[in-house]
């Protein structure tokens, strides 16, 4: 079945450690997003993807880096420099180009829940 | 500037009776999307509903209507015959273009139903 994964789905860290959460989609979408949540808040952009090696500051992308070897793959690290990680972290993927397909509809990971200690 | 509002933090409904959930938009892109998303308390996004800015009419998808209304920008969402299992989070979000498209949410409605 085409989707995408996150792993893991619950994540603890101490302060001061760097932590990756891992986004893989196998519906061979060429952009692909990094959104915070938190409580009671919508959806913040962090990065943002078009292609393989290109991605694109979302509005809360400091303390955050990412990288997008592959077009499958498109993990997220959340840098000691984050002062406040502790969120629901959501990947999210949508088919390429500006025009391609009347929605232009995101399709969701499951998510990963960061804890710090 | 883009933005998405929705003013209604939470809602009750009865069980079988029909519920509108809000969303204004503000965004000087003249091709726009609205979508709407069902979040339960497992986290994932449910995809319910799409609305092009250049649509003529409003979409529908089984139970669920946008009722789209361009002049006032707005794009609210409505559950026909509500069911226990619609009880969650409900996210207004608007596509706009942004280099790519790039997507803003609003912060939530959170429905409850009741039997």
């Known amino acids: 079945d085409g989707g995408i994964t996150q792993s893991p789905k619950y994540l603890f860290r101490k302060e001061g450690q760097n932590v990756t959460l891992s986004c893989e989609q196998n519906?061979?979408?060429?952009?692909m997003y990094w959104y915070r949540q938190d409580p009671g808040q919508g959806l913040r952009l962090i990065y943002y993807?078009?292609?393989?090696?290109?991605?694109q500051k979302g509005d809360i992308a400091e303390g955050y880096s990412v990288s997008r070897e592959k077009k499958e793959s498109f993990p997220l690290t959340v840098t000691s420099a984050q002062k406040n990680p502790t969120a629901f972290y959501l990947c999210?993927?949508?088919?390429?180009?500006?025009?391609?397909?009347?929605?232009?509809?995101?399709?969701f990971g499951p998510g990963t829940r960061l804890t710090v200690l | 500037a883009q933005k998405i509002t929705q003013t209604q933090p939470g809602m009750f409904v009865q069980e079988k009776e029909a519920v509108t959930l809000d969303c204004t938009y503000d965004?000087?892109?003249?091709?726009?999307?609205l979508f709407w998303y069902k979040q339960p308390s497992s986290g994932e996004m449910i995809f319910l509903i799409y609305?092009?800015?250049?649509?003529?009419q409003n979409a529908t998808e089984g139970r669920y209507s946008l009722n789209f209304q361009k002049a006032r920008k707005s794009a609210n969402l409505v559950i026909s015959a509500s069911q226990l299992g619609d009880s969650a989070m409900y996210f207004c979000?608007?596509?706009?273009?942004?280099?790519?498209?790039?997507?803003?949410f609003g912060t939530g409605t959170r429905l409850k139903v009741l039997a």
């Open positions: 609305q092009g800015s250049y649509d003529q």
């Open positions: 965004t000087s892109d003249p091709s726009y999307g």
């Open positions: 993807s078009q292609i393989v090696n290109d991605f």
């Open positions: 979000a608007m596509r706009y273009t942004s280099g790519t498209y790039k997507y803003i």
């Open positions: 519906l061979n979408h060429d952009a």
């Open positions: 999210a993927s949508r088919p390429g180009g500006l025009w391609s397909g009347s929605y232009n509809e995101q399709f």
